[in-house]
Nanobody, 125 residues
Framework: QVQLAESGGGLVQPGGSLTLSCAGSEHTFIIYAIGWFRQAPGKEREFVGYVNRNGDSTYYGDSVKGRFTISRDNAKNTVSLQMNSLMPEDTAVYYC??????????????????WGQGTQVTVSS
């Protein structure tokens, strides 16, 4: 079992950039695929992106494709979410989640076994 902790959230102006980090609690972090999700008040949890175990495959939700980039450093037990060209619609609590096994349904929250507590991202002028 792994514990996850997100960090890096904050207030940013539209068009700006922000990088979030997801830190895993153990050196076996490499065995988990990692997804990023977000949830705004009154809205359903939304898939943001995914990275596989060794970091050579990623997949992004349509709303962030081309603007967000996920990478991981398994030696440091971390996954990063680089967010560029931020818009007010990106305002949400962002969560990272770890999956022990993935069989193609990376956009579903039910695929993931462990979740962090989230970090708030607010995009506003």
């Amino acid at each position: 079992q792994v514990q996850l902790a997100e960090s890096g959230g904050g207030l940013v102006q539209p068009g700006g950039s922000l990088t979030l980090s997801c830190a895993g609690s153990e050196h076996t972090f490499i065995i988990y695929a990692i997804g990023w999700f977000r949830q705004a008040p009154g809205k359903e949890r939304e898939f943001v992106g995914y990275v596989n175990r060794n970091g050579d495959s990623t997949y992004y939700g349509d709303s962030v494709k081309g603007r967000f980039t996920i990478s991981r450093d398994n030696a440091k037990n971390t996954v990063s979410l680089q967010m560029n060209s931020l818009m007010p619609e990106d305002t949400a609590v962002y969560y990272c989640a770890a999956a022990r096994a993935v069989y193609g349904n990376v956009v579903s929250a039910t695929t993931y076994d462990y979740w962090g507590q989230g970090t708030q991202v607010t995009v506003s002028s």
